[in-house]
């Protein structure tokens, strides 16, 4: 069972695989979070161009800052999140099923269907926006200790963020992989034989299923991206959480785990989340207009 801060570790040798909102009673927790960031929330509530001063000056001081992003943060380059208002999963929510491990492996109709989706993506891919160029300033300044991502666009590294401080802790969606011996390739190799006429592409080498080398619901997380994160959020003085609901989970106890471990938290999202009540400071707004302010030093 997956869950927030010291005392919900993952049981060492358990796999961890991604889940939306583990089951748990949360009430204890979520009453010692919201004791945590009660003065932050009233005063970002009363004076957001406070809180983002705030902020500016909370990153100057930093020299540790770890950033997790979501699926808000490429809103402005035309790819939809999952669960705001116009949402993927908020529009179609039979759509989530092609982000299930267990309905792709066993559904060949599931498999029909996220082809297509994939081909969908591809073709609204566009540039990254001012909300990915600000982190790659984060880390030109010389604050960013790690940013992890659970994007699978591919746009953070397109804007300059270098692999070495990059973790894509759920996959790429540029590469396949094949489920059967493990063979990986580039993408648009597949999307041209989807185009060609196959619905179902197998791999060429063994005849395994392919998929976007992604994590799915229900799929192992690789192991050594999740420790290099759970490290990175444990060493960190700022923990800066960006268009995420912070509702997937194991990624998720990153923002706790800075927390315990005596880091401010910031989040910027458009709308609530899952632990606004944790944070020093919620700013709510546009991510690429509000992200590149953070980042300016106040002198």
Same mark, same amino acid.
């Given at each position: 069972?997956?869950?927030?801060?010291?005392?919900w570790e993952?049981?060492?040798?358990?796999?961890?695989?991604?889940?939306?909102?583990? #089951?748990?009673?949360?009430?204890?927790?979520?009453?010692?979070w919201? #004791?945590?960031?009660?003065?932050?929330?009233? +005063?970002? *509530?009363?004076?957001p161009?406070?809180?983002i %001063?705030?902020?500016?000056?909370?990153? *100057?001081? %930093?020299?540790?800052?770890v950033?997790?992003t979501?699926?808000?943060?490429?809103?402005?380059?035309?790819?939809? *999140?999952?669960?705001g208002?116009g949402?993927?999963?908020?529009?179609?929510?039979e759509a989530?099923?092609?982000?299930?491990? !267990?309905?792709?492996?066993?559904?060949?109709?599931?498999?029909?269907?996220?082809?297509?989706?994939?081909l969908?993506?591809?073709?609204?891919?566009?540039?990254?926006?001012?909300?990915?160029?600000?982190?790659v300033?984060?880390?030109?300044?010389? #604050?960013?200790?790690?940013?992890?991502t659970?994007?699978?666009?591919g746009?953070?590294? *397109?804007?300059g963020s270098?692999?070495?401080?990059?973790?894509?802790?759920?996959g790429?969606?540029?590469?396949?992989?094949c489920?059967a011996?493990?063979?990986?390739?580039?993408?648009?190799?597949?999307? !041209?034989?989807?185009?060609? +006429?196959?619905?179902?592409?197998?791999?060429?080498?063994?005849?395994?299923i392919?998929?976007?080398?992604?994590?799915?619901?229900?799929?192992?997380?690789?192991?050594?991206?999740?420790?290099?994160?759970?490290?990175?959020?444990?060493q960190c003085?700022?923990?800066?959480?960006v268009?995420?609901?912070?509702?997937?989970?194991?990624?998720?106890?990153?923002?706790p785990?800075?927390?315990?471990?005596?880091?401010?938290?910031v989040?910027?999202?458009?709308?609530?989340?899952?632990?606004?009540?944790?944070?020093?400071?919620?700013?709510?707004?546009?991510?690429?207009?509000?992200?590149?302010?953070?980042?300016?030093?106040?002198?």
């Open positions: 069972m997956y869950g927030y801060g010291k005392g993952l049981p060492r040798g358990e796999v961890a695989r991604m889940a939306i909102r583990p #089951k748990m009673d949360a009430q204890p927790l979520l009453a010692e919201a #004791k945590w960031g009660e003065v932050g929330l009233r +005063g970002v *509530d009363r004076d161009e406070g809180a %001063s705030s902020v500016r000056g909370w990153i *100057d001081a %930093s020299d540790r800052v950033v997790l979501g699926a808000g943060i490429s809103t402005d380059s035309g790819i939809p *999140d999952f669960r208002p949402g993927v999963w908020t529009r179609n929510p989530e099923k092609l982000s299930t491990y !267990d309905h792709y492996v066993g559904d060949p109709e599931v498999r029909k269907r996220a082809w297509q989706s994939r969908e993506l591809a073709n609204r891919l566009g540039e990254p926006n001012a909300g990915h160029r600000a982190v300033e984060l880390e030109r300044r010389g #604050k960013l200790l790690l940013l992890i659970q994007n699978i666009d746009l953070h590294l *397109d804007a270098t692999p070495e401080r990059t973790v894509e802790i759920h790429t969606f540029r590469e396949v992989t489920l011996c493990g063979e990986r390739g580039p993408m648009p190799d597949v999307l !041209d034989r989807i185009r060609a +006429g196959e619905a179902d592409p197998a791999c060429r080498s063994c005849g395994g392919l998929k976007a080398a992604t994590i799915s619901f229900g799929q192992g997380l690789v192991v050594a991206d999740l420790e290099r994160s759970e490290v990175a959020a444990r003085d700022l923990m800066l959480a268009g995420t609901k912070l509702a997937v989970f194991p990624i998720a106890n990153v923002v785990l800075a927390k315990t471990a005596g880091a401010r938290v989040i910027l999202n458009e709308q609530p989340t899952e632990m606004d009540a944790l944070a020093d400071a919620v700013i709510r707004g546009s991510i690429s207009e509000i992200l590149p302010r953070l980042v300016e030093p106040l002198n």
